[in-house]
């Protein structure tokens, strides 16, 4: 959904750095992957096309925070 982010923060060897990607259109989400050691953030069409991906070492990745956007009524 439009608005949803994910912060990455990347251990740089003598300090961190921080990433963040988010959703730029309305209909599209971030899908959050972590296959064969590599962290995979992808942002992703309504039909499910890849529109773009950061890929991260996962032994590198110190955290990783999901922000959902705040749905008015969605108690």
Do not use: C, H, N, W
């Amino acid at each position: 959904m439009k608005g949803d982010r994910v912060e990455i923060v990347v251990d740089a060897g003598d300090s961190t750095k921080t990433y963040e990607m988010t959703a730029t259109r309305a209909g599209r989400r971030l899908d959050v992957a972590v296959r064969r050691g590599v962290v995979e953030v992808s942002e992703l069409t309504r039909t499910g096309t890849v529109v773009r991906t950061a890929r991260f070492m996962a032994s590198r990745v110190l955290a990783l925070v999901e922000q959902p956007l705040d749905q008015p009524g969605a108690d």
